[in-house]
C-alpha cells in the first residue's frame, strides 16, 4: 500500500505550510487518513479488503498496510487483527504485539509529544517498503511513490556512489540499500527511532533467533507443512477481489497455485511464459498442474525483440532501481494483461527456492557433523548429499569436516570495477547456526529483491505468499535435513502436496532456466547495450571497464559468457542514474 506521512512541532508555521502543500498537492486516487496540526497521513486508494489504514493514541501515530492473526494463521483460517487495542502502548510494545499477534505487510508510525522523537517499525520480511527523510523541520515517511517527495523532496539530495557500487556488484541489496543520500531506507524487522537527523535502527527481528540452537527444532510432517502454506495463501487472497496468478511450472508457484484453489475467491487467469529454448519452456509442467487443478491456463510465448533505452527507462522512476523487472518483457506483458483483466494482485511462487531449501549442498552433512551425529550417521548423511551434489563422499566430508557453508561470495563480471565489501544484516548472530541453516538465511536475504518495484507492482500488489513471516519462521525452525531427507531439494514440500499436484511436478528433477533466453537478448541488443553502458554514467564514475565492456558485448564472446544478469543489471541501474543524477 503506497503511504505518505509528514510530522512537524504543532506550533511551527513552516510545517504548517508543508502540510498545507501536501494536502492541496495529494492525487485524486490518494485519501486522508490523518490531518491534524503537526500530523499528516495519506494512503493510495479506497480500503482494500485486508488493508487498514488506522490512527493510534492522540491520532498522529497511524499503522498502515495489511494484517492477519498469527494464533488464526497457527490454526489454519483467516482472521485480521485490530490494532486499536495496542493504543496507549509505546512503539517497543507495539512492535512485540505486532511480532507476538500478528504478521503481514506493514509500516507503524508513533511520534512521541511535541515530535521530539518518531518511531518507525517495519514488518520483518519487507512486504511494505518505507522510506523517511526530513525537509526543514518536517520528518516525511513514505512507501517510495512520486508523491510526497515530489512535492517536499529531501534536502539535500544527491547520488551515493558507495551504495551503487555495491548495488552494481550484488544486484539483490537494490531491495534494501538507498543510493540517494538525504534519504533513509527503514530496514525490514527493526524498530527506527528518529530524533533530528539522528535515525537509530534496531532490530525487533532476526531470522537466526528462530533457528536452532536459538529456538528448539520444529520437525512439521507433510500435513502440517500444507496446513501452514494453505492458512498464509488464504489470508493473501482474503485481501484482494480479483487475483492472477503466474504458473511456471515449477514446484513453487504449482504448491501456491494449488492452495489458491482452496480459496472462496480464486484467480480467474493464470499466465504461464516460455522461452525458444526446452530449458525455458516448461509448459508440460504447467499443463500438468492446470489440468489436475482445473485452471484456465493462458500460455506466452517470451518476447524476444532487442531492448531500448525506454525499456529501462520505464524501471527508473522509483528511488531504486526496478530489479524486480529486469526480465523487461515478462515484467510489461504480464503488467498489460493484469490491466486489461481488472487484477488487483499477481500472486507467484517466488521465495520457494529458499523457504523450501533448493540449493544442492555440502552443508548439509556438516550440519549432522555440527550436530553431534555418531560417525555412522555423519557417514550416512556425506553419502546422501554426495548423491544429491553429485559429488564424491570424500569432497563432502571434507567440507564438513571444515564447517563451511559455502554462503557464496558476489559474483563480479570482468567489467565491474567494484569490489565493495558486502554484509547482510540477517547474517548478523548466525555463529552458532547450523551452516545449512546459515545458507538458508542467506537465500531468504535474497529472496527479499522480488519485494522490489517493476510494472507489474505498479499496476497492481505482487503477493508472493511463500515469503509470508510464519511459513518462513516455521522453516528456519526445522533441520535442514528434515526439510530435504538430506539428499533431495524441497523434499518435505514434495511430500506435503504429492496428493494434490501431479507426479510429474513433485517429482521432478531440475528446474527451467531462462539463461539461453537472455543470452539470446543480449545478443539482440548488444549494439544499444554497447553504446548505452560505455557512454554513460556508470563508466564516466570508474565503476565500469570500458574496454572489458566492449569486449564482453562482443557477439562471440556473448556465445560463452556467463554475464547477461550482470549486464541488464547494469542497464537498470545506469538508466536510474541518468533519471535522478545531476544533469
Known amino acids: 500500500m503506497d503511504f505518505a506521512a509528514a510530522y512537524w512541532p504543532v506550533d511551527d508555521a513552516g510545517g504548517a505550510a508543508v502540510g498545507a502543500r501536501l494536502r492541496n498537492a495529494r492525487p485524486p486516487a490518494w485519501r486522508t487518513v490523518v490531518d491534524l496540526p503537526g500530523a499528516f497521513v495519506a494512503v493510495h486508494g479506497e480500503p482494500a479488503r485486508g488493508s487498514i489504514a488506522v490512527p493510534l493514541d492522540d491520532g498522529r501515530g497511524v499503522i498502515i498496510g495489511q494484517l492477519f492473526n498469527r494464533a488464526a494463521t497457527e490454526a489454519g483460517t483467516v482472521a485480521t487483527v485490530d490494532p486499536r487495542a495496542w493504543r496507549g502502548t509505546d512503539a517497543a510494545a507495539i512492535g512485540q504485539n505486532l511480532l507476538d499477534q500478528a504478521w503481514g505487510a506493514y509500516v507503524v508510525t508513533v511520534p512521541g509529544r511535541g515530535l521530539a522523537a518518531l518511531d518507525i517499525i517495519r514488518d520483518p520480511l519487507g512486504a511494505q517498503d518505507c522510506l523517511t527523510w526530513r525537509a526543514g523541520c518536517v520528518r516525511l515517511v513514505a512507501s517510495g511513490a512520486e508523491y510526497p517527495a515530489s512535492i517536499v523532496p529531501p534536502s539535500p539530495l544527491a547520488i551515493d556512489w558507495a551504495i551503487v557500487a555495491l548495488q552494481l556488484a550484488v544486484p539483490v541489496r537494490v531491495s534494501e540499500a538507498l543510493a540517494v543520500t538525504g534519504m533513509t531506507a527503514v530496514e525490514p524487522g527493526t524498530l527506527c527511532r528518529v530524533v533530528g537527523d539522528q535515525i537509530v535502527q534496531r532490530p525487533l527481528w532476526h531470522p537466526a533467533d528462530y533457528c536452532p540452537p536459538h529456538r528448539s527444532p520444529r520437525f512439521p510432517s507433510p500435513a502440517a507443512l500444507k496446513r501452514m502454506i494453505d492458512a498464509c495463501v488464504a489470508a493473501w487472497a482474503s485481501c484482494y477481489a480479483s487475483p492472477v496468478a503466474e504458473l511456471s511450472g515449477g514446484l513453487d508457484s504449482s504448491i501456491v497455485a494449488s492452495s489458491l484453489q482452496q480459496c472462496p475467491i480464486k484467480p480467474r487467469h493464470w499466465f504461464t511464459y516460455f522461452g525458444e529454448t526446452p530449458e525455458a519452456d516448461e509448459r508440460s509442467f504447467a499443463r500438468a498442474t492446470a489440468a489436475r487443478l482445473g485452471l484456465a491456463l493462458t500460455e506466452v510465448p517470451r518476447a524476444s525483440r ?113 569490489t565493495p565489501i558486502d554484509h547482510h544484516r540477517w547474517l548478523d548472530g548466525c555463529e552458532r547456526v547450523l551452516p545449512a541453516k546459515q545458507l538458508q538465511i542467506f537465500g531468504l536475504a535474497n529472496s527479499r529483491v522480488y519485494f522490489g518495484e517493476s510494472l507489474r507492482s505498479r499496476r497492481c500488489d505482487m503477493v508472493h505468499p511463500l515469503l509470508s513471516q510464519p511459513l518462513v519462521e516455521l522453516v528456519l525452525a526445522t533441520p535442514v535435513a528434515h526439510l530435504t531427507g538430506g539428499n533431495r531439494d524441497r523434499r518435505l514440500a514434495r511430500e506435503a502436496f504429492a496428493g494434490r499436484l501431479p507426479a510429474s511436478v513433485t517429482g521432478r528433477h531440475g528446474k527451467g532456466d531462462l539463461t539461453a533466453y537472455y543470452g539470446r537478448l543480449v545478443a539482440r541488443s548488444h549494439r544499444f547495450l554497447r553504446e548505452f553502458l560505455c557512454d554513460g554514467r556508470l563508466a564516466a564514475a570508474g565503476l565500469i571497464d570500458r574496454s572489458r565492456l566492449a569486449s564482453t558485448l562482443e557477439p562471440d564472446n556473448l556465445a560463452v559468457c556467463d554475464a547477461y544478469t550482470e549486464i541488464l543489471t547494469a542497464a537498470l541501474i545506469e538508466s536510474w542514474l541518468r533519471r535522478h543524477g545531476p544533469d
Open 306 to 418: 532487442a531492448l531500448v533505452s525506454s525499456d529501462f527507462a520505464a524501471l527508473a522512476a522509483g528511488f531504486r532501481p526496478g530489479m524486480t523487472g529486469m526480465d523487461v518483457h515478462h515484467d510489461r506483458d504480464l503488467a498489460e494483461r493484469a490491466d486489461d483483466c481488472g487484477a488487483d494482485a499477481i500472486f507467484t511462487g517466488q521465495g520457494g527456492d529458499a523457504v523450501f531449501f533448493q540449493m544442492p549442498t555440502a552443508a548439509v552433512a556438516a550440519d549432522a557433523l555440527a550436530g553431534g551425529a555418531a560417525p555412522i550417521a555423519f557417514a550416512r548423511a556425506a553419502i546422501r548429499a554426495a548423491h544429491w551434489t553429485r559429488s564424491t563422499v570424500w569432497s563432502v566430508a571434507s567440507l564438513a569436516l571444515a564447517r563451511r557453508s559455502k554462503a557464496p561470495p558476489p559474483r563480479l563480471a570482468s567489467f565491474v570495477q567494484s
